[in-house]
Structures are given as structure tokens and as C-alpha cells.
């Protein structure tokens, strides 16, 4: 038995390589370099550099291809035999009219065609039955023993596959059931596999890749009334109890009978059901023998009748003599025509009654006799190859399909799968009969046609310079195979597959079978991106061994298709082939790998999932002896060739001079073995007698016109034809085989005569051994063996003729390149001495050591150079500078410039002399020494810092001597003294406590005395300069006539925080700027409303520009938005104004006036405009806009008192009307309603709080002690002379003759209200009932308000306040139809002078009670403006209801602390009861004490924690005052809200 698949055991490892890139830059060099080892195992890996990586050319958008299908287990070679086996067996009962079920033997399905194969290996069905070896069978299938299983398996052999050996054996049958599986029904139905049959069908689009095993799944049976319907049914069917044809055995099922009636059956005596078998009688054979085809069988028949079934009656004919000419094959008789059967395969007659057994009756159908049923089940298997899939893909789409199929497969994400797992199932999976996975495999297909993974060099588009590196990389597989050491380059034709790389797409688990390449070529396979490719090889020498053992355990296969291995369609286990003897190797070849194949080694392999491959043919001069054996093995098989061998070896042959050396002796080599070979053949042929010749250009014939009728091989050098059979040839190893014509008829045709190919071959031979010639005259020059010395001309020759001819890098070469290029290295140099100046500057200079050896090394050199006499003279001149330099040096002291002269006179030698250094230090150090001397001289300019410390490292430079060391010393003293006073004087710079100037000013008089330039001493010089002239402006600027202003007080104090220097007014000035910082903030505090847009200058000032709405309103909404001017620069002040006193007052008043009359026109202008109010107005005919940019309209609109412009209520700020309406004990009745605050400026009128006088007037107080003038204070003192002079208009105007008496009716009308009463008794709040009452005794035209008397006990302050404050807006919305007015009668005369005294106090920004007062007597005299108090009311609504909540949620929150507090003092009693109870038990106390205790106890428990009553004493406090109000009997009905004006004490505790 094979082994298993949980038994597949990996092979071992093939060789990797991974090249350097020097060897990587020879693709075809490095291949050959590792053939030895890397041929060894037959195929192996290349890894590239780790930074090569090419990208992918391919164009994904537009590459679509169709992929072959593959069925796993047909690929397998042993499998596929199996898979025959059981179609032929499958055939043969479906002929007897049963379906094959196979049985389950120790739950696994029974292997049938092993059972067959070890009975017949143990001497057959008899001898087993015998000798009993049943039992040995069963241990050769592997079945454990004891378990009587040889007895089983005789059992299933006899049933199922004993009928099948005797009917091929043509034996007779010994009551053969051919209805063996009735009884079975635990063994499952064998589907025919139908290899040949399914190649010719497509695939259905549809079909699942999934596991599965159809094969054993039983179809569903037809019924007559499917056959009637269907008439290939009906065509395909067979009536009778005869053979059936494959294909043809589709059997109708009565649906009313059961399975058991649809034959004719006998049972024997042990109730064996024994079938009918169709037999043929004996016929007698030429030599009178009898034979018999088919086995006879002994019948007893039952009475049933035959169930009737479709089957075509025989063809009739009108013509009597037709049917005469019919004779019955088996008694040779025509006689009872009616009774005589037709075939339909090979028209022979058979009466019904002649066949064994007889038929009762003429069966309807097509029928066939038992011969041609003979004939069709020996019919040997067609080929097997593989179909092409119907659908297109694209590489995403079968991607897609690729990894979905994987993932669903091994129920893992794609990259978690490993590939030991995938290599174990794939073998499995081809070994197993049960399964059927089918996978499809994108292969060979051409990239001329799709494009290649690689970049290619085309007209078609520019490459970028990265894809230009790679196209023309010799590992580009478009490249390789047309390099120059390759063969192939010499063959014209692009051969796909082998010259044009071809394209593989794969998926899990498809396959390459085993195979060689064509012409035992080379390949290699690159794997451009995705999972893995996993390969086996074997190597060249085990080629035909691999073969034998193939052939051996498959030899069916072998039988009827013997180029099998040729058609890469089969596979065979690695172990199976490493267990008979063959040497397998594996790999996994992974993204960006290489993997190459050597001449006939056989590889397969498989996919571990989706990737893209390709592949090429390449072929090396060492290849040229496998491809000749190819050829002959090729003839031996009659099998095609891809090209002409010996058309390629002439081709080489004729161009010898461009073959690479290499190259050209293999041509040789092969050329010679060819000719020799054509002489002999050539020589034969006129032996026989064949004179005749022409000469024929093969390589311009079609290949298929020059092919050797009896080989195959394509014909070039030579071919025998015919002229009376000019369709064939013949190539001259086959001169026997064209025809039977004469010899004389026969011609040769030939491509070279017998004299022109040794021409070749001596050329080639020249270009062969040209080499050696070449390297003779090398080997002479380099060694001098005859003596002379050769030019460097001869060399550079010699070296030129080597690059021309293309000879190989051999050690010679090197050797002569070596010497060239010393030479040329020794000329450069000798031309760097003895030239000019300016080269000898750009050459380095040699030592004289260095000199002396270069005149050795041209010397000993092998070519004659006439440079050596130029070395000798400088050397001499450089023996000469040295004595000279060696006197200069031994009396010193000397002069710099005679050591100056000394020195460029040795450097002009262009030779480092010893002597010229010493020479160089003496030169150095007189330098240095005067520009020391030059720095630290008194007249001199003082250098800095850097320069000393410069001065001091080149001084450690050079070389030492006693007056430098003496320098040194004392430049380093100085550094060191420079360095200390730079420290101190960056302390006080940098210093966080400044020192005073005169500290400052002894660092600097002290530092003073150093020759050096210190950067911080002069920083500290500059910074005290600077204290110096601040002091002097802060003196300037204190004893002025003004006291300073505060922007000139700041900007000294940012200089003078800046300066590193201690200042004592620095800090007088700073007290000073933050006193008038306070003022201001205060002064803003007090003007300023919360986030508003102003500031406190513009504030104060005046609006100049009130006049117009549109740039004043656009000035409120650029000042919300950051961009405007301010009120003083529209008042005209420069930032120099602001200083001067003068022209403040003198702006102020003049925006006075401004201000005035630009109210007035905007006054004037928003009066034109129509009223939101009016019904009749529209928005869009309303030219106001609100501050929020919309325009108002409709209810909730209010209109400004100063500037008469409309708003919304919602977006401005609005006067409460339930605060100013509320009644106190000196406030004006609820009916007053012309002292309510009904009063509304808009926000662009009203820019400030307003504050009171008294309140500006401490401000100005605190201001006059500032000794600081502040732009502030300036306006605010213009403001309050304003204001003052304003309010000394309006006393005046109130206690004029006319107004007084106005004030008094006022008076005498408020006090009347107060007086008049409305209710008996004013309400109350504590309970309802004390109203009743003063309900009764009200006034009758007072309107009631049922709902204003509230439970108050039952409420919280809050919900008091919110209830109480509804109840108010009912009041005051009930009472407005009873308003009237005017109150006053106030004449024009008096009217004018008031309103203008107004609208000045509308644009204080001061609030005065004379103005308070005059808008009472103007509201007093006009009508009461219901609408505006309608509106406020409307407004205040939502506000109410915040408050009710608000209250309610208050409340939740104290019951909820309530219910804790409770909690926790019962809890105390608790743990208090316990104690007490503990106690009195302990201490034995008399029970009345322990009571008294527990009192106690109880008593300060109850202090700790106090009641919801002690919780609250304000809230209770209010009550009592509010029933006390409520008490008083002379309250009325305008006094309905005295809550409103009390605190919240709930809230603010809480």
C-alpha cells in the first residue's frame, strides 16, 4: 500500500544561494558557478539581494486569463489507475444493468483495485480459495487480523470483482449474480468518474469548489414517464435484459413497482437471488475451434414476465431481399425473420432464442450484442489531459475566489495556514478516491500576449529610471535567455515557453506535474508576489530511474499513453518515488525568489495559495551535450521537437567570432561530433545506391514541412525524399523507412555539402583556440623569457585584443591588467615630478623612500618604460637639497627669510624631504612668535577674546622651544585674567538682583586695565549708560509742570525692567502704575456692564457720531466683533491730545454737542419709521434692524426712549415692571402706573451701568490723589461737570412756577390712591379662610382675583415667590383696561423744555434722580402706553416659570437631605436603646435611673440632629412677618406683593 497521507514525510531541503551583489551582476556566470553542487539535487534556490526588487509591470486593470481545472486525485498517478479501474468495473455492472456500490470494510471504503491487484499477484481467485490465503490478502491490505476479514473480502471479490475477471478473461460465469448490490444497502453507489467524457464537457460555471465526494453519491433513477418526456432519454435507453453500452444505462423505474420487480429474477434453493445473464453461443473460429466470448450460466427462470422497458426495434426493410440476406451469426440461419435481433455497432443478426440465455421476445431500442459489449469494455482509456475553465477572471476576481476558497478549506485566515498542513493535505488529497476537489490553475499563459510581471524596454511608453534598471537586468526572465552566453539568443523565432516567459496564477493546492523541459533546457521561475510555490526535484542522474519506477507502478497508464510524462499530467508521491530508490529534494519558494531547474532534472510542485509566477528557458554552452541526447531520446519516443538542434549548432557555427569564448569550444565540440555523424549517414546512403541531390534551405521550411515521417525530428543538415512521394521525408538514420520506390527515384536534400562543413568547423576551431595563441604571447611578455622587454603599447594591445575577442576573465588577463595598470600608476606619478608647478600642487608629494621604491618598481616591471631616467635626476636633486638643509639647520638662529627660500626650494622638488620639516617647525615658530609680540603690544588694537584663545592653540601647534613655552605662559595668564572679569561681569548682566550703577561702575574702571576686548564688560558699559540716561528721564518727566501720564509712566517702567542695573525710582514708578491700574479697574467696575464690548474711556467720552443709524449700529456690531475705532478718535484725540489737559475738555465739549444734535437726527430719521406694531406692517417694509441683524416685527417688539429705534425684547435688556410696580410703604399705589419702570434705552443708547453721582464723585476724589494723569480721568471729570451742570438745569426747571404746581397734583393724586380704599381689608397670605372676609368688603370695581390667596404653609419661599409673582402679572394684565390718562395737563411751554431737559439726562452716562423725575411728570402727562407694559409683561412670563422650577427643584433636594437626616437619627437611637440596655444590665441600676439616663440621651440625640422646623427659622421668621402684614387692616389691594420684596432665605442658605 502507498503511504498515507498522514505519513507524508517532506524530502529534504534542496541547496539555497544568495549571491553578493558582484555575483548577482552575472546571472548566467553565477548559475555556472554553483552548477556543481546545485545540479546534484536537480533544481535549486536563488535569493536575490535584499534592495533588488522589481517592480510589477503587469497591468492588473487589464489582464484577464481562463484557468485550466484540476481535479486533485486524477492527477496522481497510482490514484488515477484506481479511478480507471473502477470506471471499467462501474462500466460492466452498469451493463449488466446494476450500479457499482462499493463496500465499507473497517469503515473505510474498500480499495478494489488493490484487492484485484494482490489476488492476481497471489496466483489468482482459485489458487487463494484453495491454499485459504484470504487472510493474507487482508494483511496486504493492511486490515488487522483476527477479525475474519479474509473471509469478507472473498465474499466482495466474488461479488463484484470475479464477474468482471472472468468476462475479460472470456471464461464462463458460474451463476454470476449481476445484481449483487440489491442486498447492500449499507455500501454507497460508485459514480462512473468518466475522465475521458468529462474533458470533452465544460465545467458549469456554478460548481462549488468545496470539499466533497460526489462520486459516491447515487443519482437519481429516471422514470419511464422522465423517458417519455425526454427523448435523449428515450434515445440513450435499452430495453431488455441484455448488456447496455456505457453511457447508455439509464434505466426508467416504474413508479408503481418496487426495486426488487424491475428484473427477472430466480431464487435458488438458499433463496441467492440468481439474475439473468445474456450469453453468446460458441462460434466457430478458422481453425474450427469453438470460442465463446461470453460465460455460460445455468437459469431457472421465475414466471414473472419481463417488465417492459424502451428500446428501438430493429431497422425493417420493404425489400424481400434484404431480409433474406439476413443471417443469424450463431446458427447462420435467416429463417424467422421475425425473431431476428440487428446490432447497432457492427450489424450482425442474432435470433432471440440462439442467445444465452434466449429472449422471450423482440426487446424495442437500440440493442448491441454481447461482442460489441465486449469490445467496449476493453476499449483502452483516452488520453489525459486537463480542461480549460468557461470563466474569465481578472487578478482580483480570482484572488478573490482563490482565498475565499483557502479560508473556507482550512476554516483560518490565509496567512495563518501553514505549509506543512497544506503539503500533508495536498497528498492526501491526490491519493484519496473519495474526494473529488477541484481547483483551477491560471498556467502558461504568454506574456507576449498579457504583458510580464517584469519591466520591459518597448515603444510604447518611457520608463522611469528605476524600471529601466530592471528591464535590462540580465535577471529579467525577457532577458536572460537572450543574453550573450546563452544558446537560445542564436534562435530567431520567439518560442513562448522557452525565449518568451510564461505567466502563472495559482491558488491552494494547484498543481505542475511531473515533467522535464523541452530539449532538457534549463528554467528558472521567479515568484513576482503571494503565498508560497512549493517544489520537488529530482536530479539528472535519477531521470531514467524516476521513469522506470513510474512506468513499474503504474505501467496501465504507461500502456496507452507512453509519452506520459511529456504531457504534465501526472503526479506521484515524493515518498513513493524516495521509497523505490529516487533521490528527491524540496522547496518553498516565497515572494521574490528564484528557483532554477538543471538539464532533465524532473520537479512538480504546487501552489500554497494565490500568487503570480513566471517562468523562461534558458540554455548555457554547457547545455549543448544534454540537448544532443535529448534529440536521440526525443527520436526513440518519435516525439516533435520545439527547434532544430543542428540548426542551431550551424547557426552558431557560421558567426563563430561572435560567440563567447566558452561558448565557441562547446559549439566545436558538438560541431565536430555532427559532422563525423552526417559523414557516416551521408555514406550509408550512397551505399545504398541513392545518387541524386539537391540543396534545400531547411530553415526557411515550416517546421511541420521538414519532419521525419518516422521520427519526428525536424530535419536540417540533411533529409532523404522522393520524387514519386513528395509529401514525406525521412532523416537519414530512417533512409529505410520513406517508401518502397527505387533507390533511383529517392534524393538527397542537404543543407551544406561534406566540404563546407570542415570550413566551419575550422573556423571554429580557429575562434577556439585563439585563446591559447593569445595567451602564449602574454605568457612571454609578462615573463621575458626571450629577454626583451615589451613597450607598454604591445600590452595595452595584447590587453585590447582580449576585450575585442571576447576571452574569458582567466588569471593571465588579470595578471596583464594587473601590470598595465601598475604601469600607468608609475607614468603618472613620474609625470607628476617632472612637470610644471601648478600639476605638481594638485599631485601628493612622495617621501623619499616612497621615491626610491618607485624607481625599483619601474625597474622591475615587464615593459620597457623611458621615464626611469627622469626619477633618477630628481632623486639626485633631492640628495643635494638634503646636505644644503642639514648646513641651514646647524647654525641657526637664521633669518625667516632666508628659512622661507630654503623651504620653497624644496617643495618645487616635488619630494617630501626630512629636512624641509625641521625647516617648516623654525618657519612656524617665528610666525607665531611676532603675531603673539603684534597682539600684546600696548600700541596696538585690542584683540578679542577669541583671537587670544586662537593665538594660544596654534601656539600648542607647533613645536616647542623655550621662547614659546615663555609666550604661551603669558598668553595663558591673560586668558585666565580676561576669563574671571567676563565671568563677573555676565553675573551682574544675568543676575537675578541687580546691582546699583556704582557697583557696576568699579567692575568697569577695574577691567579697564586688560589689553583684551571683553564682549561683557562692554555689554555692562552699555547697559549702565543706559541706566544713566533713564534716571535722567524720569527726572525730566517728575519735575514737569503735569503730573506724568500713565502711558509715559509705563513705558519707563517696561526700559527699566529691562535694564540689568539696581534703580531706586524704578520701584516709585511702579507703586505709582499700579495705584492708577487700581483707579481704572475700579472706574471700570463701576461704569462697565459684564462683557461688554466698550471700553472706559469710550464710555465717558460722548458718541460723536450718534446721529447716524447705520454707522452707529455698525460700530456696535464691529465692536462685538473686535474691529471699530474708538469714541476718542472720533472725538478727534491723537495720543499726544490725550496728554494735554486742554484738548480733552475742549473734544468733550465739542462731542457735547456733537452727541446732541446727532440723536436728534437719528430721532428724527427713526421716527419716519413705520411701527412693528401696526397691523398693516410688513417685515420686509420695516427699515429697523434689531441688534441680532434681523428686523423687528410684530408683538414683542419695543422701542427705544432716546434713539426711537424698534427691537426685539428678547435680545436686549428690559425693564422689570412687577419690581418697579410693587407697592412699599412709601412707594406710589399699583394704579400709579405712570411711576412705573416702563422707561427702555436700547443698548447702543445705554452703554453703561449708569452709576449715581455720589458714587462718581468718590471716584474723582481717589482720583485727585493719584500723582498720574489718566485719559480715564480726564473724561470723567468732564463727565461729572456735565452731569453736575445738567442736574443744577433740571432742579432749576422743577422748581419753576410751572412745574411745581405739576409736582403737587402728582403728589395730591398719589396720595388720593393711597387713601381711597379698594378692600376692606387687604390679603393675606397665611390661610384662605382669614381673606374671606376682606373679600367680602371689596371694592366693586376692583376686578377680583380668586387665585391670588395661596396656601402659604403648604409651599416652599420659592413657589411662594413664583405663585405669588403669577398671581401679580394677572393682576397688573387685569388692570391695564382700567389705566387712563393723562393724569396731568402738562402745556407745551412746559412740555418742550422738559423733554429736552430728557433726552440730555438720556445721554448721561450718570443715573440722577431729577431725571427720574421729570420722566414721571412727562409719563403723567400723555396717555398710558398699554402696549409697551403689555409687551413687558409678555416678556417677564418665561422668566416666572424658570422661577417656579428652580423652586421645585429646591424643594426635592431638601426633602431628600430631610429623609438622610431622619435616617441617621433613628439609626443613633438604636445604637443609643442598645447601650442603655447593656448598661443597666452591668451596672445593676434601679430601672427609674437607667430611664432618666435614656432621657437624657435621647434628648441630646435629638440636639444632634434638629428637625426639618429648627432646619429653617428664616423661612419661619417670614412667615410671621407676612401675617403680620396681612393682619393690618388699613392694606389695600396694590399691597398684594409684599413677598416679592422679601429675601430668599431657603435659597441663599442652601
Known sequence: MDPGSDDFLPPPECPVFEPTWAEFRDPLGYIAKIRPIAEKSGICKIRPPTDWQPPFAVEVDNFRFTPRIQRLNELEAQTRVKLNYLDQIAKFWEIQGSSLKIPNVERRILDLYSLS????????????????????????????????????????????????EMFQSGANLVQCNTHPFDNEEKDKEYKPHSIPFRQSVQPSKFSSYSRRAKRLQPDPEPTEEDIEKNPELKKLQIYGAGPKMMGLGLMARDKTLRKKDLFLTALDKEGVICPRTVLMKEEPKEDGKMTSPLPREDLNHSGESCTKMTMQLRRSHSSAQFIDSYLCRICSRGDEDDKLLLCEGCDDNYHIFCLMPPLPEIPRGVWRCPKCIMEECKRPPEAFGFEQATQEYTLQSFGEMADSFKADYFSMPVHMVPTELVEKEFWRLVSSIEEDITVEYGADIHSKEFGSGFPVSSSKGSLSPEEEEYATSGWNLNVMPVLDQSVLCHINADISGMKVPWLYVGMVFSAFCWHIEDHWSYSINYLHWGEPKTWYGVPSLAAEHLEEVMKKLTPELFDSQPDLLHQLVTLMNPNTLMSHGVPVVRTNQCAGEFVITFPRAYHSGFNQGYNFAEAVNFCTADWLPAGRQCIEHYRRLRRYCVFSHEELICKMAAFPEKLDLNLAVAVHKEMFIMVQEERRLRKALLEKGVTEAEREAFELLPDDERQCMKCKTTCFLSALACYDCPDGLVCLSHINDLCKCSSSRQYLRYRYTLDELPAMLHKLKIRAESFDTWANKVRVALEVEDGRKRSFEELRALESEARERRFPNTDLLQRLRNCLNEAEACVSQVLGLVSGQEARIETPQLTLPELRVLLEQMGNLPCAMHQ???????????????????????????????????????????????????????????????????????SAQRGSLVIMQGLLVTGAKIASSPSVDKARAELQELLTIAERWEEKAHFCLEARQKHPPATLEAIIREAENIPVYLPNIQALKDALAKAHAWIADVDEIQNGDHYPCLDDLEGLVAVGRDLPVGLEELRQLELQVLTAHSWREKASKTFLKKNSCYTLLEVLCPCADAGSDTSKRSRWIEKELGLYRSDTELLGLSAQDLRDPGSVIVAFKEGEQKEKEGILQLRRMNSTKPSPLASSTTAASATSICVCGQVPAGVGTLQCDLCQDWFHGQCVSVPRLLSSSRPTSTSSPLLAWWEWDTKFLCPLCMRSRRP???????????????????????????????????????????????????????????????????????????????????????????????????????????????????????????????????????????????????????????????????????QAGQPPDIERIRTLLELEKPEHKRNRTRGRDLEKRKRRQQQKIDLSRKSKDLVQEELQSKKARNSEIKPQEGQEEEFEEEKDSENIFPTSIEYSPVLKGNKNSFQQNGSGSTASLPSLTPLLHQPYPQQEEL
Open 868 to 938: 626611469i631616467g627622469d626619477v633618477k635626476d630628481v632623486l639626485e636633486q633631492v640628495e643635494a637639497y638634503q646636505i644644503e638643509a642639514r648646513e641651514a639647520l646647524a647654525s641657526l638662529p637664521l633669518s625667516v627669510g632666508l628659512l622661507r627660500s630654503l623651504l620653497e626650494k624644496g617643495q618645487q622638488l616635488g619630494v617630501e624631504v626630512p629636512e624641509a620639516h625641521q625647516l617648516q617647525q623654525q618657519v612656524e615658530q617665528a610666525r607665531w612668535l611676532d603675531e603673539v609680540k603684534q597682539a600684546l603690544a600696548p
Open 1252 to 1418: 449715581r453721582l455720589e458714587t462718581i464723585l468718590a471716584l474723582l476724589v481717589a482720583l485727585q490723589r493719584l500723582p498720574v494723569r489718566l485719559p480715564e480721568g480726564e473724561a470723567l471729570q468732564c463727565l461729572t461737570e456735565r452731569a453736575i451742570v445738567w442736574q443744577g438745569r433740571a432742579r432749576q426747571v422743577l422748581a419753576s412756577e410751572d412745574v411745581t404746581p405739576l409736582l403737587g397734583q402728582l403728589a395730591e393724586l398719589r396720595h388720593q390712591l393711597q387713601d381711597k380704599p379698594r378692600l376692606e381689608k387687604s390679603p393675606t397670605y397665611p390661610s384662605a379662610p382669614a381673606c374671606e372676609p376682606h373679600r367680602e368688603g371689596c371694592d366693586k370695581d376692583m376686578p377680583k382675583v380668586p387665585g391670588l390667596l395661596l396656601n402659604v404653609d403648604s409651599m416652599t419661599s420659592h413657589e411662594k415667590v413664583a405663585s405669588v409673582q403669577g398671581s401679580d402679572l394677572e393682576v397688573l394684565s387685569s388692570l391695564l383696561p382700567q389705566l387712563t390718562g393723562p393724569v396731568l395737563n402738562l402745556p407745551e411751554a412746559t412740555r418742550a423744555p422738559l423733554e429736552e431737559l430728557m433726552l440730555e439726562g438720556d445721554l448721561l452716562e450718570v443715573t440722577l434722580d431729577e431725571n427720574h423725575s421729570i420722566w414721571q411728570l412727562l
Open 117 to 164: 491487484k494482490i489476488v492476481m499477484e497471489e496466483g489468482g481467485y482459485e489458487a487463494i480459495c484453495k491454499d485459504r490465503r484470504w487472510a493474507r490478502v487482508a494483511q496486504r491490505l493492511n486490515y488487522p487480523p483476527g477479525k475474519n476479514i479474509g473471509s469478507l473480502l472473498r465474499s466482495h471479490y466474488e461479488r463484484i470483482i470475479y464477474p468482471y
